[in-house]
């Protein structure tokens, strides 16, 4: 199925909230250093006074309501980009473990972690058969489609609200990397728009903030299908020589039966 809902959870996706500050949404927390960042889109917290409370809800349900230390609003109309800094015991009851990372590339399979509105348990939603389209290699937007209709009964249209702000995470060699912010859905429903961790250090530095450490990595198409050849011909190869050693077998059981 394209999408899974999640029932138990674990390290592997605690640093994903749902935020309620103007709107509701998503987020990703991130640590660097001795400072934690809660990435998400501008529209979520647009208007929302720093000085007040945002209500931050875990993977398990807990509710935090939390004033952020610093926020930082970009114009939605330019960017949709929103930054808080948390305090530190709050952002340690969560939890800020995620691996960043910057890319170049397309075709590369990607998921989408968040809490749309309409999720049937209100937990965590995973878009897991998603790819980063062409147009991600051009600029600092990140373009991620899904590779093909829903099979869960649900409608693009139905999904979109709440997914703003959600991380868009690739696999490299076993380890999950966080690639980009998602802020918003076309209209063709298929299609999730973002920015790419690069623009959101752009934006971070612009502030006078410490940039996010990313770890480079090479996502690119060409390498997935020798990758996927390889492992065709891995068990191509296997299989012919596990058909060979049984007819050997075979073979030597029979002539001994005779």
Request: hydrophobic letters at 35%; proline letters at 3%.
């Amino acid at each position: 199925m394209p999408t899974s809902l999640l029932s138990n959870m674990n390290k592997n996706y605690d640093f994903t909230v749902k935020l309620k500050a103007n709107d509701t949404g998503s987020a990703v927390l991130v640590k660097h250093n001795e400072c934690y960042y809660l990435l998400t889109a501008a529209h979520v917290c647009d208007k929302h006074p720093g000085d007040k409370a945002v209500v931050i809800t875990d993977i398990d349900g807990k509710e935090n309501e939390v004033i952020p230390k610093e926020m930082a609003i970009s114009p939605t109309e330019e960017f949709d980009i929103c930054v808080m800094k948390l305090p530190e015991d709050i952002a340690m009851a969560i939890a800020a473990n995620v691996k960043c990372a910057t890319f170049e590339g397309s075709g590369y399979p990607c998921e989408i972690d968040g809490f749309p509105s309409n999720a049937i348990d209100h937990k965590l939603r995973i878009e897991n058969n998603c790819y980063i389209s062409q147009e991600s290699e051009v600029g600092n937007e990140l373009y991620v489609k899904l590779g093909e209709e829903r099979k869960d009964g649900m409608e693009m249209q139905y999904m979109e609200s709440g997914f703003s702000g959600s991380g868009v995470y690739v696999d490299s060699n076993g380890d999950k990397y966080l690639v980009g912010i998602i802020h918003r859905v076309e209209e063709e429903r298929n299609l999730f728009i973002g920015w790419k961790l690069q623009k959101i250090n752009e934006f971070i530095k612009g502030e006078g903030w410490a940039e996010i450490p990313l770890i480079q990595i090479e996502l690119r198409q060409h390498i997935i299908n020798q990758y996927n050849k390889l492992v065709e011909n891995t068990e191509f190869v296997l299989k012919r020589i596990k058909n060979k050693i049984v007819g050997k077998i075979q073979l030597a059981r029979q002539e001994y039966i005779d």
